[in-house]
C-alpha cells in the first residue's frame, strides 16, 4: 500500500481533472498510434510536424474568436493538409522551401493572434495554452469534438489499411495493382490532421508531433510489422500520458513546492526516454531502426 | 497628399486619446508640429474628409490662445491612481492613464512607443510596483524629463514582504496615502497651489467613508464569510471585510500568472464550489480562460452565487469611490440573496 501512496500521491484517483486527463490522454495517443506509424513508414513525419506548427495558428485564432481550441486546430490542420495536397505534385526540393515558408508565416501569425487576444481580450495564459497545453486544463466541452475527429480518423486508417500500406512501402507495386494513391494519400493527410489536432489538444501545438511520430519511432524500432509496431506505439503511447499524468500529479509535491510541473513536459520527456531505449534496444541487436525518420 | 495622409493620421491620434478617456498631451498638429493641439472637442468636432485640413489649421491656430499650459502633465500606470491624481489635482493637472481597457489583463500589457514618449514628458507618474507594471521603470528609465516624480503605490503601503498579490487599490488603506503623496508632489511642482492640493486630498479622503462603512458593515452581518475566488484582485477587499478566502493561494497565483494551475488545486476548488462551501465565488471580469471558465460553470450548476470583478477601473461612468462601493454592494448582494454579479 505504502508504495501505491509514494507513485499516487493522495487523492489522484478521486480527483476530477486527473480523471478526465487520464481517458482524454487514453483516447488521444490510441488514435494517434496508427497514424503515426504509418507517418513514420511513408516517410510524411515532418508533415506531421507542420501541421503541428500551423495548427499553433488555428488554436490561437480559436481562442480570439472564444471558440473550442480543438475547432482552430482541426480547421488549420485541414487546411495544411489541404494545401500540402496541393502542392504533393510538385517537386521535393521545391515543397521544402515553400512548406518552410508557410511554416515560419504560420507561427508568425500564431504571435499576431495571441498578441491580439491577451492584450485585446484578456485570454490570460493563451500562449502557453496554446502552445504547451495542459491536458488537465481540457474542458469536457471538447469530448464531443475529440470524438468527432478521432473516430473518423482511425475510420479511414481502417478503410484504407491495406493500400496505404502498399503505396507506402512501394509506390511503384500499388500503382500496378490499381491502388488510386492519390485518394489513398488524401485519406491518410485528413486522418493525420484530426490526429495532430488531438494532439494539440492534449499536449499543446509546438508539442503536438512529440506524441504522434514519437511513440511511434519507439514502436517501430520493437517491431517492424506494421500492425504490431501500431500496437506498441498505443502502448507507449499511453504509458507514457498516464504515467506523465501521474508525475505531474506528484510534482505538487516538488519544488517550487504547491505549484507542479507541466504536464505536457512529462509526457514528451517519457516519449522521448522511450524511443532512446528503442534505439539503444534496437541497435544492440543489430537490427536497423526503423524510426530514423523521425 | 502627404499632408492629407499625416492629417488624417493626427485625427486617428487624437480619436484614439479621446476613446481612451485621456484629456492631456495631444499629438503635436502636423501642420505646425511646434504648436501642441489643446482643444480635442474642437478638433474632433469636424468629421469630414472635405474639411479635414482645414479644421487642423484652425485647430493648431487655436493653441496660442489655450490657457492650459500651467497644468501638471501626470500619468497613472493604472486608470485607478489615474483617476485619484485627477480627483487630488483638479483643475491644475492633465491626467493620461496607461491601462484601464476593462477587457484587458493588465498583467499582459505591453509598452508601446506612444506610451513611451507620454511618460517622457509627464512631470508626475504614479505607478503600483510589485512587478505589477514593470514596464513603467523601463520607460522612466529611457526618457524622462529633469526632476520627474515617481510615485510608487508599493513604497506607500509597506505591503508584507514577499507578498503574492500586488492588488493594493483594493485595499481601504491604500489609496488614501496616494492621495497624500500626489497633494505632495503636486505641490512640489507647482508650490502656489499647496493648499487647493491639500484641501482636495482630505475631500478625497473624507469621500471613501461610505465605502469604509459599507466594508464594516459587511464585517459586522456576515463576519468570516468563506468565500472563493479566482484570483487574489479583490482579496485585499475581502480581508477588510473579514471574509475568508478558501481558494488555494497557489491556484490564485497561477490563475493570476496566466499558467495552468495544479490539479490538486483545480479539484479543492471544485469541491469548494460544489458542496457549497463558500457563500460566494469572486472571479476577475479581465482575466479568463477556460480554468476560470470552468469554475464559474461549476458554481453555477450548484447555485453559488459569482460575483465579477475589475482589475482596473472599469470606466467610463465610474471614479474609484464608486467603483469599490459597487464592488461591496455586489458582494453584499451575493451573500445577503444569493444574488450574482457579473460586470457592471
Known amino acids: ?294 | 497628399m502627404l499632408v492629407l495622409r499625416l492629417v488624417l493620421r493626427y485625427y486617428e491620434l487624437v480619436a484614439q486619446r479621446v476613446r481612451q478617456g485621456g484629456s492631456r498631451g495631444f499629438p503635436a498638429c502636423p501642420v505646425h508640429p511646434s504648436l501642441p493641439a489643446r482643444r480635442p472637442a474642437l478638433a474632433l468636432g469636424v468629421g469630414t474628409c472635405l474639411l479635414v485640413t482645414a479644421a487642423a489649421v484652425a485647430g493648431c491656430g487655436r493653441v496660442a490662445t489655450g490657457a492650459a499650459g500651467a497644468r501638471v502633465r501626470a500619468i497613472g500606470a493604472e486608470n485607478e491612481y489615474a483617476n485619484v491624481i485627477s480627483q487630488v489635482g483638479g483643475r491644475y493637472v492633465q491626467v493620461s492613464a496607461v491601462m484601464g481597457n476593462p477587457d484587458v489583463d493588465p498583467h499582459d500589457f505591453e509598452a508601446s512607443a506612444r506610451l513611451a514618449s507620454e511618460v517622457s514628458q509627464a512631470q508626475l507618474v504614479v505607478q503600483n510596483g510589485l512587478g505589477y507594471d514593470g514596464f513603467m521603470n523601463k520607460l522612466e528609465a529611457a526618457a524622462s524629463p529633469p526632476g520627474q516624480r515617481v510615485v510608487v503605490v508599493a513604497d506607500l503601503v509597506h505591503p508584507r514582504p514577499g507578498t503574492f498579490n500586488p492588488h493594493l487599490w483594493y485595499s481601504p488603506a491604500t489609496m488614501p496615502l496616494v492621495a497624500g503623496a500626489v497633494a505632495r508632489e503636486l505641490t512640489r511642482l507647482q508650490p502656489s497651489h499647496g493648499a487647493y492640493f491639500e484641501e482636495r486630498a482630505r475631500a478625497f479622503d473624507a469621500s471613501l467613508a461610505p465605502w469604509h462603512k459599507a466594508l464594516a458593515a459587511f464585517a459586522k452581518a456576515y463576519p468570516g464569510t468563506p468565500v472563493a475566488v479566482t484570483e487574489p484582485v479583490a482579496d485585499f477587499m475581502l480581508a477588510a471585510a473579514r471574509a475568508r478566502v478558501l481558494t488555494p493561494r497557489p491556484l490564485q497565483t497561477a490563475v493570476m500568472d496566466g499558467i495552468d494551475p495544479s490539479p490538486q488545486d483545480v479539484a479543492a476548488q471544485d469541491s469548494l464550489l460544489a458542496h457549497h462551501r463558500v457563500k460566494v465565488l469572486l472571479y476577475n471580469v479581465q482575466v479568463t480562460d477556460p480554468v476560470t471558465a470552468g469554475f464559474l460553470a461549476t458554481a453555477r450548476r450548484a447555485g453559488v452565487p459569482v460575483v465579477g470583478v475589475y482589475e482596473t477601473m472599469p470606466a467610463p461612468g465610474y471614479d474609484y469611490q464608486s467603483w469599490m462601493m459597487a464592488e461591496v454592494r455586489a458582494l453584499s448582494r451575493a451573500v445577503a440573496h444569493g444574488r450574482s454579479t457579473v460586470g457592471f
Open chain 1, 1 to 294: 500500500m505504502s508504495i501505491v501512496h509514494a507513485v499516487f500521491a493522495p487523492g489522484f484517483f478521486s480527483n476530477g481533472p486527473v480523471q478526465a486527463a487520464l481517458v482524454m490522454g487514453a483516447v488521444v495517443a490510441a488514435v494517434c498510434a496508427p497514424v503515426g506509424v504509418l507517418a513514420v513508414l511513408r516517410g510524411q513525419s515532418f508533415a506531421g510536424h507542420a501541421f503541428a506548427d500551423i495548427t499553433s495558428t488555428g488554436g490561437s485564432a480559436a481562442v480570439l474568436l472564444g471558440i473550442s481550441p480543438v475547432l482552430g486546430f482541426a480547421a488549420s490542420a485541414a487546411a495544411g493538409a489541404a494545401s500540402m495536397e496541393g502542392l504533393g505534385a510538385r517537386q521535393h526540393g521545391d515543397r521544402d522551401l515553400v512548406t518552410g515558408t508557410v511554416l515560419g508565416g504560420a507561427l508568425g501569425l500564431s504571435a499576431l493572434l495571441l498578441y491580439l487576444s491577451t492584450t485585446r481580450q484578456g485570454t490570460s495564459g493563451a500562449t502557453v495554452s496554446v502552445l504547451f497545453g495542459s491536458v488537465f486544463a481540457v474542458s469536457s466541452a471538447n469530448w464531443p469534438w475529440v470524438a468527432a475527429l478521432g473516430l473518423p480518423a482511425l475510420a479511414l486508417v481502417a478503410a484504407a489499411y491495406r493500400p496505404l500500406l502498399l503505396s507506402s512501402v512501394s509506390p511503384e507495386l500499388a500503382a500496378a495493382r490499381g491502388v488510386r494513391s492519390h485518394l489513398v494519400g488524401a485519406m491518410y493527410l485528413a486522418a493525420l490532421a484530426a490526429s495532430v489536432a488531438l494532439a494539440a489538444l492534449t499536449i499543446g501545438a509546438v508539442l503536438s508531433t512529440a506524441l504522434l511520430v514519437g511513440p511511434a519511432a519507439a514502436a517501430l524500432g520493437l517491431s517492424s510489422r506494421p500492425g504490431r509496431a501500431m500496437a506498441w506505439a498505443g502502448a507507449i503511447g499511453v504509458t507514457s500520458v498516464w504515467a506523465g499524468i501521474v508525475l505531474a500529479y506528484d510534482s505538487y509535491s516538488w519544488p517550487p513546492a504547491g505549484r507542479g510541473w507541466p504536464v505536457s513536459f512529462f509526457v514528451v520527456a517519457l516519449v522521448m526516454a522511450f524511443y532512446a531505449a528503442s534505439r539503444a534496444g534496437a541497435h544492440r541487436h543489430g537490427r536497423s531502426p526503423a524510426g530514423k525518420a523521425a
